[in-house]
């Protein structure tokens, strides 16, 4: 493993970072690629079909991050673990990451099913709210392979062990590919007639289930006391809590916006699905380098070192934000090419093609806010995040792409720009708050 406390410098710490977040990207781009993916081979079965799917993305990300981020809570114990040199402790934490994981999908998964069966009575078109509810009830199997793939991947990065992580993305893609078109479309040399967008939530499901496998057994048997220990989980939760709290604000503010698409028909919440599964592509790389720059914070605070610690974030939130400026780019110059990638109706290309150009917008700033969350994450500096999110979306942007929407009938439009908003006061915020805080040496959680 790498001797933190010689890695010294600027071009040091860039480097550090890229070796640390490529091979969390590919697994970030995992899940996203495989939505993408699935979203492409969906797009014969039409507009409602592929809304559905869209919407039901949301849904399941909207109620799953309440398990996510208590389970994230575990970062910066396994980093300034590490940090420390204590690693019997890290993998004590894994152990106790482990139960969180199997504890907090239970609830979450009852809700995700309470939700589907609500969905026909709540004004929706008749023909999304089945496709969407077909698609939860598939993917709803997966979250307890989630989980834990997100605890094991926190103690893997820490550990600097990122071959598992590697590993299971690849598979994970690779068998998702031939699956996925099988079970949503059909096959005549198999006899299979095809589930549809039911299809495509089981075939992720079982991507989950390989991905998470291949990181268990690339793990081993970690040390330290396996059996469940309520009193790190406590310690882990009042870290977890906020981020719960900070992603079900973030991911609820997304979840409104695309609810009041759909009240625009199918087509616009088509268009407005495949822009969002283009901004999560993008989006996923910065969640990785966010990631990677929890590890590095994280290990700096462990082994208190102050200029380490600043190093570590800022360089990961300039390298956020140089990665974003040129995504920016891509979506401003082809926004028409990328949404014809994921659809075929013109309407909803139509739809999709306006949205992407404001998805070009608001990238710099979702980039860095997602960045600099993760470095505030490493120093177990996780409240501030929640109220910046809370403020930020619901003080600023919710009320603007109201206005916007209805006000001067932007439509869709107006609802994204909102978006954009809110998470440009969210990155500001959140740069501000680790400047502040990085001045001096940061406590270990």
């Known amino acids: 493993m790498t001797d933190d406390s010689a890695r010294t410098g600027l071009g040091a710490e860039l480097k550090a970072l890229l070796v640390l977040c490529a091979p969390l990207a590919l697994m970030e781009l995992s899940h996203s690629g495989i939505a993408a993916l699935n979203t492409a081979f969906a797009a014969?079965?039409?507009?409602?079909?592929?809304?559905g799917m869209g919407l039901g993305n949301v849904i399941l990300f909207s109620v799953t991050v309440l398990g996510l981020g208590l389970v994230l809570g575990f970062d910066a114990l396994f980093s300034q673990a590490f940090g420390a040199g204590e690693e019997d402790a890290a993998g004590h934490f894994a152990w106790q990451a482990a139960w969180t994981s199997l504890i907090a999908s239970l609830p979450v998964m009852g809700v995700l099913v309470g939700i589907a069966q609500l969905l026909p009575h709540i004004g929706l078109d008749p023909g999304t709210a089945d496709a969407t509810a077909r698609y939860v009830l598939a993917r709803t199997p997966a979250?307890?392979?989630?989980?834990?793939?997100?605890?094991?991947?926190?103690?893997?990065?820490?550990?600097?062990?990122?071959?598992?992580i590697l590993i299971g993305s690849v598979v994970s893609v690779v068998l998702n590919v031939?699956?996925?078109?099988?079970?949503?479309?059909?096959?005549?040399?198999?006899?299979?007639?095809?589930?549809?967008?039911?299809?495509?939530?089981?075939a992720s499901t079982l991507a989950a289930v390989v991905m998470t496998l291949v990181m268990l057994i690339g793990i081993g048997r970690p040390p330290g006391e396996h059996r469940l220990q309520w009193s790190t989980i406590r310690r882990a939760t009042r870290l977890g809590l906020p981020l719960s709290g900070q992603l079900f604000a973030e991911v609820g503010m997304f979840s409104l916006v695309t609810f009041l698409v759909g009240y625009f028909g199918p087509e616009a919440l088509t268009g407005h699905h495949i822009a969002l599964t283009l901004s999560s592509l993008t989006f996923q790389v910065t969640l990785a380098i966010g990631a990677a720059a929890s590890v590095r914070v994280g290990r700096a605070v462990g082994r208190s070192d102050v200029p380490g610690t600043r190093r570590a974030g800022f360089a990961a939130i300039g390298m956020g934000l140089a990665f974003m400026g040129v995504?920016?780019?891509?979506?401003?110059?082809?926004?028409?090419?990328?949404?014809?990638?994921?659809?075929?109706?013109?309407?909803?290309?139509?739809?999709?093609?306006?949205?992407?150009?404001?998805?070009?917008?608001?990238?710099?700033?979702?980039?860095v806010q997602a960045v600099a969350a993760g470095v505030l994450r490493g120093a177990?500096?996780?409240?501030?995040?929640?109220?910046?999110?809370?403020?930020?979306?619901?003080?600023?942007g919710l009320p603007i792409g109201l206005a916007l929407t209805y006000g001067l009938g932007m439509g869709p439009v107006g609802l994204w720009w909102g978006l954009s908003a809110g998470l440009a006061v969210v990155a500001c915020a959140l740069v501000w708050r680790f400047h502040r805080l990085s001045r001096k040496a940061i406590a270990r959680s």
């Open 380 to 396: 177990g500096d996780t409240t501030p995040v929640f109220i910046a999110n809370v403020i930020g979306h619901y003080g600023l």
């Open 44 to 51: 014969p079965l039409g507009a409602v079909e592929q809304s």
């Open 143 to 164: 979250t307890i392979p989630f989980l834990i793939s997100i605890a094991a991947r926190g103690y893997l990065q820490a550990r600097g062990d990122l071959r598992p």
């Open 178 to 202: 031939p699956i996925a078109r099988v079970l949503i479309l059909g096959s005549e040399m198999l006899g299979f007639e095809g589930m549809g967008v039911a299809g495509a939530g089981w």
């Open 327 to 367: 995504s920016s780019g891509v979506f401003w110059a082809f926004p028409a090419p990328l949404a014809e990638l994921l659809a075929d109706e013109a309407g909803a290309i139509v739809a999709a093609v306006s949205l992407i150009q404001v998805a070009a917008a608001f990238q710099l700033a979702d980039g």
